[in-house]
């Protein structure tokens, strides 16, 4: 079946660090990934996307990079931010069938700190 | 509404009894899912409905789980003879129907408590 592995948090940084949260997957043929990012008191929001292989999704600075040879989706943001504080998603979306049935990670939590 | 709208925000309830979890989806969507958010365990997929198709309920843990979608919008997830391992934040999404993009909108979440 189709999963998601993400790195265990919580990752703390001080602000300007950059960041790096790994996500890979297991899945047929060729998956949609993506990033959603949860803050504090929300509810879960798209962050970025990439829907085929070498594709880079990005927003906010963040970027993503759709890696089929590795089966990676690594998240990274050159310099973050207090309020980049947050709980980050990765999921994947099946090639076929299921509408917007996307399965996801078990979350990373980041804090940043001044 | 503007928004996924949830109720209640949080539920405190006693082992045994039944519980009942609404969502209602932003206006439109027809495409509406239900989630599961335990800690360490990231979230898990219950069930989803799309438009009069028979919703795929293939993520319910148990018999004990049930869920409805009344004339197309509002749904509510009904746990039956609550247990403690049912403790967890549920969540709700929608999404446009036949606009496969991956997007969905999330609620924030019912969270259950089974003392």
Redesign the interface.
């Known amino acids: 079946g189709n999963s998601v592995t993400q790195m265990e948090g919580p990752v703390t940084l001080s602000e300007e660090a950059f960041l790096t949260i790994n996500c890979t997957y297991t899945a047929t043929g060729y998956p949609s990934l993506f990033w959603y990012v949860q803050y504090p008191g929300e509810g879960l929001q798209l962050l970025l996307k990439a829907t085929k292989a070498d594709d880079k999704g990005s927003n906010k600075g963040f970027e993503a990079t759709y890696r089929k040879e590795t089966t990676s989706f690594h998240l990274e943001k050159g310099s973050v931010q207090v309020s980049d504080s947050a709980v980050y998603f990765c999921a994947l979306r099946p090639f076929t069938g299921g509408g917007n049935k996307l399965t996801f990670g078990t979350g990373t939590q980041l804090k940043v700190e001044l | 509404g503007a ?2 709208s949830q109720s209640p925000s949080n539920k405190v309830t006693e082992k045994g009894k039944d519980v009942e979890l609404r969502c209602d989806p932003i206006s439109g969507h027809t ?1 509406l ?1 239900w ?1 599961r958010q335990s800690l ?4 898990e ?1 219950l069930i ?1 409905f ?1 438009g009069n198709s028979a919703p ?1 309920k293939s993520g319910l843990p148990s018999d004990r789980f049930s869920a409805e979608r009344t004339g197309g919008s509002v749904s509510t997830l009904t746990i039956q003879r609550t247990q403690q391992e049912d403790s967890a934040v549920y ?1 709700c ?1 929608s ?1 446009l ?1 036949g ?11 019912s969270r259950l408590t089974v003392l």
């Open positions: 928004g996924v495409a899912y989630y360490g365990q990231g979230l997929f989803y799309q795929d969540l999404a999404s129907e606009i496969n993009t991956g997007e969905l909108f999330f609620g924030e979440g």
